[in-house]
Nanobody, 124 residues
Framework: VQLQASGGGSVQAGGSLRISCAAS????????VGWFRQAPGKDREFVTA????????FYGDSVRGRFAISRDNNKNTVYLQMNSLKAEDTAVYYC??????????????????WGQGTLVTVSS
């Protein structure tokens, strides 16, 4: 099983970026897929998650209204569209797949499979 996160890079504040999480060895449509991020010197933070059936979708308070998660089952890929980026969004972004109950979808220890992370750097 492999989750491959890609699409990170450098962007100026206010800009947009879309990162991807492509899976092999598992079928993502059978899993809840989450995005987490970790900034230097900080704990890993929940960003967003989408359940196997696409609803509900959860967002962390710091990204709600700016980020959007989606999935393309034909490509076995989940995307994170990030708009109105801020310097504080700078972090390594990780995708993860698991089968948490709805109330636990924000908890990183509920996810079984993790990607290697992709770095997003937002300059002000």
């Amino acid at each position: 099983v492999q989750l491959q996160a890609s699409g990170g890079g450098s962007v100026q504040a206010g800009g947009s970026l879309r990162i991807s999480c492509a899976a092999s060895g598992i079928t993502l449509r059978s899993y809840t897929v989450g995005w987490f991020r970790q900034a230097p010197g900080k704990d890993r933070e929940f960003v967003t998650a989408i359940t196997w059936d696409g609803k509900p979708i959860f967002y962390g308070d710091s990204v709600r209204g700016r980020f959007a998660i989606s999935r393309d089952n034909n490509k076995n890929t989940v995307y994170l569209q990030m708009n109105s980026l801020k310097a504080e969004d700078t972090a390594v972004y990780y995708c993860a797949a698991g089968r948490p109950i709805y109330s636990a979808a924000r908890q990183s220890d509920m996810y079984h499979y993790w990607g290697q992370g992709t770095l997003v750097t937002v300059s002000s």
